[in-house]
């Protein structure tokens, strides 16, 4: 595990990122990347400002009343996320009783602990996917969430997406 940076007056977080030098980013955003000393070995280091996320909202294929939840498929950075966001809201294609999660506990890809509320919402990932649940993108759909995001229509997209669902 990397342990964090400490450094400026308000104890920002930031984290070691190797492949930095000679980039130009360091010194276009001065602001998200900074040159410190490592407190280990003294040598200068590249650090990435932590990104602290108010909420996170990760859509998964279980999840009990708690806010135990599993990634049945490919997790990404869903994680990690639900682990950097002040507060996560886990949507999930079925509630499932807590003893699933206490027969294969290993399964539990985001503890209850993290997680501020549970809300049961089939279809949840569509237009994506959400393995094995349902495997086929509707590439219809993506596409019309393509132009929407790209005309700054997405509510009206959603609003359409969530139509006979409450």
């Not at 596409?143 to 006979?164: N, P, R, S």
Request: net charge negative; charged share 25%; proline share 7%.
């Amino acid at each position: 595990m990397i342990n964090a940076f400490r450094a400026g007056a308000y104890g920002v977080p930031f984290l070691p990122v190797g492949g930095m030098w000679g980039s130009d980013l360091v010194d276009i955003r001065p602001e998200f990347f900074q040159v410190m000393k490592s407190p280990f070995d003294g040598e200068e280091v590249v650090v990435v400002k932590a990104l602290v996320p108010d909420y996170a909202i990760i859509h998964v294929q279980e999840a009990d009343i708690y806010g135990n939840a599993r990634i049945l498929g490919p997790s990404y950075q869903d994680a990690l996320l639900a682990r950097a966001a002040k507060k996560t809201i886990i949507t999930t294609e079925r509630i499932v009783g807590t003893y699933r999660m206490q027969e294969e506990p290993k399964l539990t890809s985001i503890p209850h602990f993290l997680v501020e509320a549970v809300v049961e919402l089939p279809g949840g990932a569509k237009p994506g996917i959400c393995f094995p649940e349902y495997v086929k993108v509707d590439w219809d759909d993506h596409k019309a969430y393509q132009k929407a995001v790209k005309a700054g229509d997405v509510k009206a997209f959603a609003d359409k997406m969530l139509e006979g669902r409450a």
